[in-house]
């Protein structure tokens, strides 16, 4: 199976000098972590602090994608981000509270114990949306990693979350959250129009689609999780490949079906069963490094089983084997079910 290769024919060039923005699901940030380690322009438009640690500036999401949006895990979340850069909307006011600090409802995690008052987290929410759209605007390449079909909203304002309030923080109120599941068509028809509003930033940007392949940890769609996650995965891919097929400036990159094809055996998977193994991303990788460098159909090098070894902190962009992803928190949940 570590021969397969030749999956990816680029659609356009990628150069180290091409300015590459990375937003999505969690699977996106190994992308943007192996550009940076590939020495490509990965485009962070949000940088940490002069003189915060490595070790600081992941704790406070800087270097995770190419601005402090948090994981953008469905196109309607990705839909909102542009409507917010582009001015077409106001950023809601909304904030949540938890142990008396301030939580921003639309990146629950940015800051690990929350923000000291509501003015502090409504001008970090601007300035991070103005590094979104700085990214937009100065990248020649946006690589958008499709995540969830599953959403949950504000029944008066409409604005989505990126997780059910309740979980990483907030309270759930069903008079006021509602759950949504996206559809095939509404999430063509939110990436057409996300896509619309890049290209009024910057014509000239080109879009790479990528389906992520880590499963769900939990569905609130009423299947199994097991059929609500290929329920979801055959969507979005079959979404990826309308968009690809039909404009020439979005192409597909194959990462969901290198780590979940038959051929492959789930070896990429942790024990978890869930969480890809650095081996798989390095395969995965290893894979679009050799097309965008012009290996053809060259076999990919096979990854190393060894785990990756402790280093000394690095800088912001150089990045790193962990990711961060709001769906873990989930698990919790599930385990506490199980057990009552």
């Known amino acids: 199976m570590l021969e397969i290769g030749g ?39 949000e940088r940490a602090p002069e003189g915060m640690s490595w070790a600081s500036a992941r704790e406070f999401n800087y270097g995770i994608f190419s601005s402090r949006t948090g994981n953008i895990y469905t196109t309607t979340l990705l839909r ?3 409507s917010w850069a582009s001015g077409e909307k106001e950023p809601p006011a909304e904030t949540w509270r938890k142990d008396g600090r ?13 923000f000291r008052s509501e003015d502090e ?37 409409g604005v989505e979350y990126p ?10 109120d069903p008079d006021v959250h509602a759950f949504h599941e996206l559809g095939f068509q509404e999430i063509v028809d939110s990436l057409d129009a996300s896509i619309a509003a890049m290209r009024q930033l910057n014509p000239a940007i080109r879009i790479l689609l990528t389906v992520s392949p880590v499963p769900l940890t939990a569905t609130n769609s009423g299947r199994h999780v097991l059929v609500a996650t290929m329920h979801s995965k055959s969507i979005l891919r079959a979404v990826a490949g309308h968009m690809e097929r039909r404009d020439a400036g979005v192409d597909y990159f194959p990462s969901y079906e ?23 991303v390095e395969f995965v990788m290893s894979n679009f490094f050799s ?8 076999a990919p ?27 873990e928190f989930l698990d919790a949940f599930s385990r506490k079910s199980a057990h009552g």
Not at 28 to 40: D, V
Request: aromatic residues 10%.
């Open 102 to 114: 301030f939580i921003d409802p639309f990146r629950p995690r940015i800051e690990p114990a929350g």
């Open 80 to 82: 909102q981000w542009l």
């Open 301 to 327: 090098q096979a990854p190393s089983r060894e785990q990756p070894s402790p280093v000394a902190p690095r800088a912001a962009g150089d990045g790193a084997d962990d990711v961060h992803c709001e769906e």
């Open 121 to 157: 987290l409504l001008a970090s929410r601007r300035h991070a949306i103005a590094c979104f759209r700085d990214s937009i605007v100065s990248s020649d390449i946006l690589v958008f990693t499709l995540g969830l079909t599953e959403s949950w909203r504000n029944r008066a304002t």
């Open 163 to 172: 997780m059910c309030p309740g979980t990483v923080a907030g309270e759930y």
């Open 258 to 280: 290198i780590i979940s094809s038959p051929p492959f055996r789930g070896a990429f998977f942790q024990d978890n069963l869930r969480s890809v193994d650095p081996s798989g």
């Open 291 to 298: 097309a965008i460098e012009g290996a053809g159909n060259a």
């Open 7 to 45: 999956l990816w024919d680029p659609k356009f060039a990628i150069a180290k000098d091409s300015a590459i923005a990375t937003y999505g699901s969690c699977f996106a940030q190994h992308i943007g972590n192996a550009l940076g380690k590939r020495g490509y322009n990965w485009n962070i438009s």
